[in-house]
């Protein structure tokens, strides 16, 4: 089965931190995205990537930087970090073919204090 | 404003019954579709994907697509208690390649 990890699992930090959610996928699949998710609203796309070097907006972009470095590392960057972004993060990976199929991994909880 | 409606936000049923979770797009160009499902602690995980008008079973899991209608349904019969979970719709489609757009979620409870 597909292999998505993140880390930390938990991060705590104060208003205008700076934070780095890290994710990697063992299953070279092209396609990989961040998420966050809060009751109410689901999963609300927040970047996404079909490669390394290739970053596409998502929904709910603002106050968030990402990178893809390789195929399998994908980064979400919080450079001023502030309590609108308190919240459970989500990266997943998918092949990119037919089906569109996502795998996620098992999220990070983000609290800005 | 949210291209996939899940109805209802919350749903009980006991042990053994029928449960039914709906789903809405509002975007045409939106034709394929997805079930996923989310214990608490854990990430989500796809369930069922359903391309077709009509039915498509996969075990006590029964998915409905009307396209037509843009609406998709859900119907897991012979609820269990492990079924308890979160649960979202998600449609494939539109211009942007590679991405699923995901409703708010139903959650269900199965009470033993």
């Known amino acids: 089965e597909a292999a998505v990890t993140q880390s930390p699992r938990n991060k705590v930090t104060v208003t205008g931190g700076n934070v780095t959610l890290s994710c990697r996928q063992t299953n070279s699949h092209n396609y990989m995205y961040w998420y966050r998710q809060d009751t109410g609203h689901g ?5 996404y990537s079909y490669g390394a070097g290739n ?3 998502g929904d709910v972009p603002d106050g968030y930087k990402a990178t893809r470095t390789t195929q399998e590392d994908f980064f979400l960057l919080l450079e001023l970090a502030s ?3 308190t919240s459970l993060y989500f990266c997943a990976s998918s092949d990119g073919g037919g089906s569109y199929e996502q795998y996620f991994g098992p999220g990070t909880r983000l609290t800005v204090l | 404003q949210q291209k996939v ?3 209802p936000e919350s749903l009980s049923v006991p042990e053994g019954g029928m449960a039914s979770l709906n789903c809405t797009s509002s975007d045409r160009n939106f034709q394929y579709f997805w079930w996923y499902r989310q214990h608490s602690g854990e990430g989500p995980k796809a369930l069922m994907s ?4 009509g039915d498509k079973k996969e075990g006590r899991f029964t ?3 009307n396209k037509a209608s843009l609406h998709v349904s859900l119907h897991i019969r012979d609820s269990q208690p492990s079924d ?11 211009s942007a390649l590679g991405r699923l757009h995901f409703g708010a979620g139903t959650q269900l ?3 033993p």
């Open chain 2, 109 to 111: 409870i199965v009470i």
């Open chain 1, 55 to 57: 970053l596409q907006i």
């Open chain 2, 63 to 65: 998915a409905h697509l």
């Open chain 2, 84 to 94: 308890s979970a979160l649960y979202f719709c998600a449609a494939k489609g539109g």
């Open chain 2, 5 to 7: 409606q899940q109805s």
């Open chain 1, 43 to 47: 999963l609300r796309l927040i970047h």
């Open chain 1, 83 to 85: 309590p609108s972004q």
């Open chain 2, 50 to 53: 359903i391309f077709s008008d």
